[in-house]
Nanobody, 126 residues
Framework: QVPLVESGGGSVQAGGSLTLSCTASGRTYSTYGMGWFRQAPGKEREFVAAIGWISGSPYFADSVKGRFTISRDKAKNTVYLLMNSLNAEDTAVYYC???????????????????WGQGTQVTVSS
């Protein structure tokens, strides 16, 4: 099990910004990418964003396009999620995920990911 260490969650007012980070500590395998999912109270976990580890190609859910940016630092095995123009609907627990070399499914699907972080809470107040 590779620990994914998340940080950067917290509380912010609507219209504000937060940056989440996730580091795959001690990674010794190849990965095709990392991603972020979120789960709001009473809802299923949903895809937010992902990034190809080699290409750097980003993928976004429609609900966050134009507001969120994803990037990665390969040397640090870290992925970042910059969240701008936050609104109450963005309130959720955000989970980092690491592909871990899986070849099934696609970056917007949970089955694409082998490893998961513990989650970090993001609360947006209006």
């Amino acid at each position: 099990q590779v620990p994914l260490v998340e940080s950067g969650g917290g509380s912010v007012q609507a219209g504000g910004s937060l940056t989440l980070s996730c580091t795959a500590s001690g990674r010794t395998y190849s990965t095709y990418g990392m991603g972020w999912f979120r789960q709001a109270p009473g809802k299923e976990r949903e895809f937010v964003a992902a990034i190809g580890w080699i290409s750097g190609s980003p993928y976004f859910a429609d609900s966050v396009k134009g507001r969120f940016t994803i990037s990665r630092d390969k040397a640090k095995n870290t992925v970042y999620l910059l969240m701008n123009s936050l609104n109450a609907e963005d309130t959720a627990v955000y989970y980092c995920a690491d592909n871990g070399g899986r070849t099934k499914s696609s970056p917007d699907n949970e089955r694409y990911y082998e490893y998961w972080g513990q989650g970090t809470q993001v609360t947006v107040s209006s």
